[in-house]
């Protein structure tokens, strides 16, 4: 079935830093992905729609210059949280629709952590 | 934008009994109500969903009804076994290619 894979799984940094999180569809096409965050023993909050070719969309209170999404073709989308400090230090997961009006597949999550 | 409540945050049962877990939507166009469950640290897993032209749909140990009048939806597991404890999260959307946007959560513990 459809497949999507998100890389890293768990990455450790420095505060100031600036890490891309990927998120590829493995055997579909999409012209849209869907990036969330998690904070721990809470719920999946929308960050933004990521679209192929344009703009990403971004949901209220979430900066678009710290959060960069790039999606450049139609099975990858990157995330890249710029200038990270500890409080974003979070669990962040795509996903992504494939055709035929078929379920959303998630990535695995990258578990980001700031020092 | 679209709002969904999810009760009860928390809820134990003993193995074998019943657990029911609801969902209310402010956003009259939400047309799609999937669920997942979600293991701690790892990705949410698709375990039913329900589209607004039915009203309720089972899957073996899994139900969900949805009432669009009321703008609420219902999870129900029958019959509960310790690994179905984990976090349950009701989702709404417009469509299944759309955001999704998601309840709070509900932790689920099934003690043996």
């Known amino acids: 079935g459809a497949v999507v894979s998100q890389h890293p799984s768990w990455v450790i940094c420095k505060s100031g830093t600036s890490v891309k999180i990927e998120c590829r569809s493995l055997d579909f096409q999409a012209t849209t992905m869907f990036w969330y965050r998690q904070f721990p023993k809470q719920s999946l909050m929308l960050m933004a729609t990521?679209?192929?070719?344009?703009?990403?969309?971004?949901e209220q209170g979430v900066e678009k210059d710290k959060f960069l999404i790039n999606h450049a073709s139609l099975t990858l989308s990157t995330l890249t949280v710029t200038s990270a400090h500890p409080e974003d230090s979070s669990f962040y997961i795509c996903?992504?629709?494939?055709?035929?009006?078929?379920?959303?597949?998630f990535g695995d999550g990258t578990r980001l952590s700031i020092l | 934008g679209e709002n969904v409540e999810q009760h009860p945050s928390t809820l134990s049962v003993q193995e074998g009994d019943s657990a029911v877990i609801k969902c209310t939507y402010s956003?009259?166009?939400?047309?799609?109500f999937p669920w997942y469950k979600q293991e701690l640290g790892k990705r949410p897993q698709l375990i039913i969903d329900i589209r607004s032209n039915v009203g309720e749909k089972k899957d073996q140990r899994i139900a969900v009804t949805l009432n669009k009048t009321a703008k609420h939806f219902s999870l129900h597991i029958t019959e509960t076994q310790p690994e179905d404890s984990a976090v349950y999260f009701c989702?709404?959307?417009?469509?299944?290619?759309?955001?999704?946007?998601f309840g709070t959560g509900t932790s689920l513990t099934v003690i043996p």
């Open positions: 990521s679209n192929e070719g344009s703009k990403a969309t971004y």
């Open positions: 989702a709404a959307s417009t469509n299944t290619g759309n955001q999704f946007y």
């Open positions: 956003d009259s166009a939400s047309n799609y």
């Open positions: 996903s992504a629709p494939p055709p035929s009006n078929q379920p959303q597949h």
